[in-house]
């Protein structure tokens, strides 16, 4: 890997109402990009060279033009990043800060950056959830569960502030690129088998402990109905360690139960907790399956599915910070 050309690729899409061509770098200063399935909103943050100018057009020697003259809050942005001209498609969202001095640092957010920027009214009897989500962010694709939310109620809230809301009821949402997903805790967008890694070879640094497996637990399930209505099913020992987890939708008992075994099964699942840190290739993103081998500690082997993925771009090398999340 020590051996492969580190490249990057960011790319600032043509606005026609601006007359603003597409801008296309290939040198940078660094790149930082957080994703993950518990937080609504990927972030990205690139530093650029300080001398960087454009011409006009392509016949333009003088160069004169700046990045903080030609971009603007909102401006699209592309973020490549790989080795030996092999650019995998790592960020796309918008611009939601640019540094005034020298180098510049460019601070972007997913396509929740625009969910951010609007005010929406909802008043329902009943809605379910995907038509909820279609109405407030227009998504394309939408993956949810068929699940009915009951009776709504937002007044001149932000689309994000509906989420988060969600979110304190159990369900995550977040964008893979154009696609929504919403209660699902990690979506199906691998599209492959597990990613093999062997620690030994492929993890800079790793660390991995095992996961702390409570003696005793509690687990609340509860949901909230139509009207209000309050369903709650528990299960373990109310001295052990309590679990809370709020539901919408749920109609029965006897599913709260259905849940509660499964989170059950979750938490008392031996495995391991904490992070690798890898080389930038292949490229990962969060609610992928990775396949943990190694042939000095067996038991670190296991397959896992990614909560979090943190990609650093720099002058120290391309670098990919997994945090396992469940075990498969």
Same mark, same amino acid.
């Given at each position: 890997m020590?051996?492969?050309?580190?490249?990057?690729?960011?790319i600032?899409?043509?606005v026609?109402s601006r007359?603003?061509?597409e801008?296309?770098?290939?040198?940078?200063?660094?790149?930082?990009?957080?994703?993950s399935?518990?937080d609504?909103?990927?972030?990205?943050?690139v530093?650029?060279?300080r001398?960087?100018?454009?011409g006009?057009?392509?016949?333009?020697k003088?160069?004169?033009?700046?990045l903080?003259?030609?971009?603007q809050?909102?401006?699209?942005?592309e973020? =490549?990043?790989?080795?030996?001209?092999?650019y995998? @498609? !790592?960020? *796309?969202g918008?611009?939601? +800060?640019?540094? &005034?001095g020298?180098?510049?640092?460019?601070?972007?957010?997913?396509?929740?950056?625009?969910?951010?920027?609007?005010?929406?009214?909802v008043s329902?009897q009943?809605?379910?959830?995907?038509?909820?989500l279609?109405?407030i962010?227009?998504?394309?694709?939408i993956?949810?569960?068929d699940?009915?939310?009951?009776?709504?109620?937002?007044s001149?809230?932000?689309?994000?502030?509906?989420?988060?809301?969600?979110?304190?009821d159990?369900?995550?949402?977040?964008f893979?690129?154009?696609e929504?997903?919403?209660?699902?805790?990690?979506?199906?967008?691998?599209?492959?088998?597990?990613?093999?890694?062997?620690?030994?070879k492929n993890?800079?640094?790793e660390?991995?402990?095992?996961k702390?497996?409570?003696?005793?637990?509690?687990i609340r399930e =509860?949901?909230?109905?139509?009207?209000?209505?309050? @369903? !709650?099913? *528990?299960?373990?020992?109310p +001295?052990?360690? &309590?679990y809370?987890?709020?539901?919408?939708?749920?109609?029965?008992?006897?599913?709260?139960?259905?849940?509660?075994?499964?989170?059950k099964?979750?938490?008392?699942?031996?495995?391991?907790?904490g992070?690798i840190?890898?080389?930038?290739k292949?490229?990962?993103?969060?609610?992928?399956?990775?396949?943990?081998i190694?042939?000095k500690?067996?038991?670190?082997?296991g397959?896992?599915?990614?909560?979090?993925?943190?990609?650093?771009?720099?002058?120290?090398?391309?670098?990919?910070?997994?945090?396992?999340?469940?075990?498969?």
């Open positions: 020590s051996t492969l050309a580190m490249c990057a690729r960011v600032f899409p043509a026609s007359n603003r061509k801008i296309k770098i290939t040198w940078v200063n660094s790149v930082s990009i957080q994703s399935f518990k609504l909103t990927d972030t990205a943050e530093v650029l060279p001398n960087i100018r454009f006009k057009d392509k016949n333009d003088t160069k004169t033009e700046t903080n003259s030609l971009l809050i909102g401006d699209s942005i973020i =490549y990043l790989g080795y030996n001209n092999n995998p @498609l !790592e960020f *796309t918008y611009i939601q +800060e640019i540094s &005034t020298f180098p510049v640092t460019i601070r972007c957010e997913d396509r929740m950056y625009l969910l951010k920027r609007k005010s929406v009214n329902r009943s809605i379910k959830l995907k038509d909820l279609s109405t962010t227009q998504a394309a694709y993956y949810c569960p699940m009915d939310l009951g009776a709504v109620r937002y001149q809230m932000q689309p994000t502030q509906i989420l988060a809301k969600l979110k304190d159990g369900l995550y949402t977040y893979n690129n154009n929504l997903y919403s209660g699902i805790r990690y979506g199906d967008i691998s599209g492959d088998d597990p990613t093999i890694i062997e620690l030994e993890a800079i640094a660390t991995l402990k095992m702390e497996v409570p003696e005793k637990i509690y =509860y949901s909230i109905g139509a009207g209000g209505a309050k @369903l !709650e099913a *528990t299960l373990g020992d +001295e052990g360690d &309590t809370v987890f709020p539901h919408v939708g749920v109609a029965s008992e006897d599913t709260l139960k259905t849940l509660a075994e499964r989170d099964k979750r938490i008392m699942q031996p495995g391991l907790d992070d840190t890898l080389f930038g292949p490229s990962l993103q969060h609610s992928m399956q990775v396949n943990l190694s042939k500690y067996s038991e670190k082997n397959i896992y599915y990614i909560d979090c993925v943190k990609k650093e771009f720099n002058q120290n090398g391309y670098r990919q910070i997994i945090t396992l999340g469940d075990q498969v």
